[in-house]
């Protein structure tokens, strides 16, 4: 137990009194000081502990989260002594790596014998693994001089776990048997109709056209669209330039790359398709420096890709708020080597997806490489820049417009904006009822340059729509948090949606032509957003 000088103002009214009774000789004057006196000898004399029947209880929801993802923090503290304890002071021990986003950890309370109050507020997830500390206790006596300050013991959970995979769907093992989402123009094995053909004696009979036999008099076998994988390399810009975060306890650009690509990798794992991994920006142990994976399919193929994607982008960022990047000529050596081993390493027909907050010139110098070498390209841009300061707003300016130039050099660029659902930015991105011509699959690389550098050899790319008449440039959607007239404009035609954000706990509405959000808050509270 500790004391407070809590009484100034009494101490010195009394001496005030005492010594002008005494000048004075005034009795009224010294039996005055009295009444001060009784507060600061309450003061004194008053004692105070910490009852043992406080408990506390902690719930965090959910864990392990995904990077950004608003955690709920519940402290349940209950008072299970017979007495009242009337000035109970809360503070929950947050680590201070993570950032409160709404409520608060703190909290002044009076408990009745058998009374419990809560204390409810939210965190953002980052990547790792975070303890959280005893609440603290602090009780006041009457006299508010006495104070006894204390640790209480807590049940229920310890830890926030946030993992990149935390809120990633599950895979079936997948066969050899396994056919894609991707449909070409030649026959096949498949769902949707493609033609009718002359029966043939080893054609199986669940394929015979017996409507075309009531009305002809003669066999015919139906043939459907095949059905292929795709082959897709995902390349996530973790360069320690990109270790940078939008405020205190928030995620860095290189979790929320990491994280994207990790919700990608199990979409498109599950979806059948084969899936490489490219971590560039880091030393490793693969070619030119890379962390690199082989395109594969099934859980073998997770696993090891997860393993790859944790390893090379396990840096914590350097500061507390944004700022420009500041290493670039650390990068500027090593990450062209690496641009130019990604372009040799793709197979055949396969489309490549970046991953990058695309905070300097060098992501538009490597899709430009790419897509200089025939290969699809498709741009998935977290936004970690905050709007609310003038160099801010300058440097979402410029982002924007290096989004527009990679659009311009034809891939596909999505804004992951704060108050986006991630899920529906990976179902637009790599929409899986893309045709793909049956030149493409034949071979060629990288699924060849267009006519205009913005177009494929097929009739649309992996994860895109038909391409547009104006100057090559592929359909491209950005999902905003609220809609913006001053976004980057593009002639190409675009697939739409309007989103409220998941703070409102509202649905998206389908629209045509757009990706846009409208919301009012920047907050999120469901998987995948942030």
């Not at 508010?144 to 599950?170: F, I």
């Not at 962390?291 to 994607?309: D, S």
């Amino acid at each position: 137990m500790s004391r407070r000088l809590r009484w100034r103002g009494a101490i010195a009214a009394t001496v005030v009194l005492v010594l002008a009774g005494l000048l004075d000789a005034s009795p009224v004057l010294l039996l005055s000081a009295i009444v001060p006196l009784v507060y600061v000898a309450y003061g004194s004399l008053s004692t105070v502990s910490v009852p043992e029947g406080l408990a506390a209880t902690r719930e965090i929801s959910p864990t392990p989260a995904a990077p950004g993802r608003p955690v709920t923090v519940t402290l349940t503290v209950r008072n299970e002594s017979d007495r009242t304890v009337t000035d109970c002071r809360l503070v929950d021990g947050v680590p201070e790596e993570l950032a409160v986003l709404e409520g608060s950890p703190r909290a002044g309370v009076t408990l009745e014998p058998g009374e419990e109050r809560r204390i409810e507020y939210l965190v953002v997830a980052r990547r790792g693994e975070y303890k959280f500390d005893a609440p603290e206790c602090r009780v006041r006596g009457l006299g508010a001089s006495a104070v006894a300050t204390t640790r209480l013991s807590t049940t229920g959970a310890e830890r926030l776990v946030c993992r990149l995979d935390a809120d990633a769907p599950p895979i079936e093992e997948i066969g050899r048997g396994r056919i894609g989402q991707l449909t070409t123009d030649r026959p096949g094995e498949g769902l949707s109709f493609h033609s009718v053909r002359e029966h043939r004696p080893d054609d199986p009979a669940d394929r015979i056209d017996w409507r075309h036999y009531a009305k002809r008099g003669t066999l015919a076998t139906i043939e459907y669209e095949r059905q292929v994988a795709a082959t897709v390399v995902l390349v996530v810009d973790a360069r320690p330039s990109n270790a940078v975060v939008a405020g205190p306890g928030r995620p860095t650009a290189v979790e929320f790359a990491a994280y994207a690509a990790t919700r990608t990798l199990s979409d498109l794992l599950g979806h059948g398709h084969d899936v490489g991994v490219a971590v560039v920006g880091r030393d490793g142990n693969g070619p030119a420096g890379l962390h690199w994976i082989e395109p594969a399919n099934g859980r073998e193929q997770r696993t090891r890709a997860l393993e790859v994607i944790r390893s090379a982008t396990s840096s914590k960022a350097s500061s507390g708020r944004f700022s420009e990047p500041s290493s670039r000529n650390r990068d500027r050596g090593r990450l062209p080597r690496q641009v130019r081993k990604v372009r040799e390493l793709a197979p055949a027909g396969a489309q490549v997806a970046l991953f990058s907050p695309v905070l300097d010139d060098q992501s538009v110098t490597a899709v430009e490489r790419w897509r200089g070498g025939g290969l699809p390209v498709v741009v998935l841009s977290p936004d970690v820049v905050p709007g609310n300061t003038v160099s801010g707003q300058y440097a979402q300016l410029r982002r924007r417009t290096r989004l527009a130039r990679c659009q311009a050099l034809g891939a596909r660029t999505f804004d992951w904006r704060r108050g986006t659902p991630l899920p529906v930015l990976i179902e637009h991105a790599f929409t899986a009822d893309a045709r793909l011509s049956s030149a493409r699959l034949s071979g060629g690389s990288g699924g060849g340059r267009g006519r205009s550098g913005g177009e494929t050899d097929s009739e649309t790319g992996f994860g895109g729509e038909a391409g547009s008449g104006t100057g090559g440039v592929d359909s491209t959607a950005s999902a905003t948090l609220e809609s913006e007239s001053e976004a980057t404009e593009s002639e190409s035609t675009t697939a739409e949606y309007t989103w409220r954000s998941p703070a409102d706990g509202s649905e998206g509405t389908e629209r045509e032509r757009s990706v846009s959000t409208d919301a009012d808050g920047a907050s999120a509270k469901r998987g995948g957003d942030r």
